[in-house]
Each structure stands twice: as structure tokens, then as C-alpha cells.
């Protein structure tokens, strides 16, 4: 496999990245402002059409014919293709942060912020089967939730802050959450792939892997990076960080890792597998790069 670069429609803080397999297509989204971007094969980009918001966009996912995008805020937004978009709103306001689609719903979770702007625990989840109307759930433990991930019949969501994970096998309605992380540290990153969880941190080395989102063991990473992103494709993991040219690669469900040296040193913060290529996105610059 083999990295090159691509170039953006702009340079925005680009901050995640989707694909979708029923049209081909990858859409990233800017964590500031109203920015879109899409592409067939993450090298030449598209600039869609504005967000509906000028809000801090924080994740984007796939499901149903539909592109979701979450914000830190009440509003969310929704396309068929990838370029045009519709307002949609959340059941509150919260720090939505994360995002993932699976068994016909979309599922969010997130926190909220006192009135200075600090981060608050709670316990909010949003899940939804019709991208256009949104229902509230709850956690069964307050904690700055960070991500979620589906697979085996379940959402998995991880914390920043400590070492629980939480599961539910009933769409986000339900959680139990468990303290079985191997380390409490800033998790950032959880993806599904080839029968597994992988989970990646912030500023750290150690990762996780899981079948269930109940048992975790821990794994080691190349460096102690900003670990922004994992993603999962073709027997292969990839993990990619904030002000680094060094990926991370497993190909033993997240076992073992290596590095791989990407073209440049950016603040990669997105990373999604898709037509036979990993593509990156990276915060205030218009390179991708692009693993193939």
C-alpha cells in the first residue's frame, strides 16, 4: 500500500469524513462553519453547497441513502448527495461528538457545557431511524462520551476521560456501561471492522481491541501521538494523528501495529475506507492523503 496526496476544495478545518457504497462517494465536513466537500476517490474534490448552520460540525456518517452530519449545538444536517443540504433538528442542544450508523439507526452522543463554555458530564445519546426526526435517549452513567462505533449487533460508545465503554443492543435506547478499557485515558476514536472494535487516544500509545465492547485488550501503538481517527478496510487498520506524518497499520485486528510514513506532517483528523482506498482529512489545510 502506498500513500499520495490530494487537494480539497478549500482549506478549512476539515474535522471527519464519510463514504458511502451505495453512490461511491467520500464527504468531509469543516468543524467550523457552513464548509462540504465530496469526492469519488478522495484526490480531486467538489465544494458542496453550504451547511445550514454556521456551528462547529463534529462528525458525519452514512445510512439509509442519507449523509448525517452532527454539531456541537441543537441542529444537524442531512443529504442525498453529499452537496446539498437540510436542517434538521436535535431533540436538545448538546456537545454532540460522535456518530455512527447501524441496524437502521443513527445513533449520537455527546455532553453538554455550563454557561462559561467548560464541559459538563451527562448522559445524552440522540438515535433516530429517519435522518429527519430525532428522539432523546439517556446513558446509563453520566461521562463526556467521545464516540460510537456499530457492529456485532451493537453500539459501542467510549469517554474521554476514563476507562469505561458502554454497550447497547437496543439501538441507543438502552446502555450498560463498564469499566474495561485497559487504561483511562482521552479516547477519541472507535471503529468496527473484520469482527472487531479498535479504539484509539488521544496523546497516548496504548489502544484497544474488542469483540463485544464489554472485553478490551490493550494494544500498542508505533508512538505516543494525538491519535485522532481510526478506520478499518480490507483486512487493515489504520490509525492517524493530530501534528504527525506517522499512520499507525494493523493487519491483525488491532493486535500489533507498525508505522507507515504518510506524504506530509498535518493535524489529520478524519480517516474513512472506501472504493479500495483509506482517505485522511486534515484541519486548516486542503491535503488529503490517500492510501491505496
Do not use: K
Not at 13 to 41: L, M, P
Amino acid at each position: 500500500m502506498q500513500w499520495t496526496t490530494g487537494t480539497l476544495s478549500s482549506a478549512d478545518d476539515w474535522n471527519a469524513i464519510t463514504y458511502s457504497y451505495d453512490t461511491g462517494t467520500f464527504v468531509t465536513i469543516a468543524n467550523i462553519g457552513v464548509a462540504n466537500s465530496h469526492s469519488s476517490d478522495g484526490i480531486t474534490w467538489l465544494a458542496g453547497n453550504a451547511l445550514p448552520a454556521t456551528a462547529f460540525w463534529s462528525d458525519i456518517a452514512y445510512g439509509q441513502g442519507r449523509f448525517l452530519a452532527i454539531s456541537q449545538g441543537a441542529v444537524s444536517a442531512v443529504s442525498i448527495n453529499g452537496a446539498d443540504w437540510n436542517a434538521v433538528s436535535m431533540p436538545y442542544m448538546r456537545h454532540w461528538q460522535g456518530m455512527a450508523y447501524g441496524r437502521d439507526y443513527f445513533v449520537a452522543v455527546g455532553w453538554g457545557n455550563y454557561p462559561n463554555g467548560s464541559p459538563y458530564i451527562n448522559q445524552a445519546v440522540a438515535r433516530t431511524p429517519d435522518p429527519h426526526d430525532w428522539s432523546s435517549s439517556t446513558m446509563d452513567i453520566p461521562l463526556l462520551w467521545a464516540d460510537v462505533a456499530y457492529g456485532n449487533g451493537n453500539f459501542v460508545a467510549i469517554t474521554q476521560d476514563s476507562r469505561a465503554s458502554s454497550v447497547s443492543q437496543y439501538n441507543g435506547a438502552s446502555w450498560i456501561t463498564s469499566n474495561s478499557l485497559p487504561v483511562s485515558q482521552s479516547w477519541s476514536s472507535i471503529e468496527f471492522g473484520g469482527g472487531h472494535f479498535v479504539a484509539v487516544a488521544q496523546g497516548s500509545s496504548t489502544a484497544a481491541y474488542s469483540s463485544d465492547g464489554v472485553t478490551w485488550t490493550a494494544a500498542t501503538l508505533p508512538s505516543a501521538l494525538g491519535w485522532s481517527s481510526v478506520a478499518w478496510g480490507n483486512g487493515t487498520w489504520v490509525a492517524v494523528a493530530n501534528g504527525s506524518n506517522q499512520a499507525a497499520i494493523s493487519t491483525d485486528g488491532g493486535a500489533t501495529w507498525s508505522v507507515s510514513t504518510m506524504p506530509v506532517s498535518q493535524n489529520w483528523t478524519g480517516i474513512a475506507y472506501g472504493g479500495n482506498r483509506f482517505v485522511v482529512t486534515a484541519a486548516n489545510t486542503a491535503v488529503t492523503a490517500v492510501l491505496v
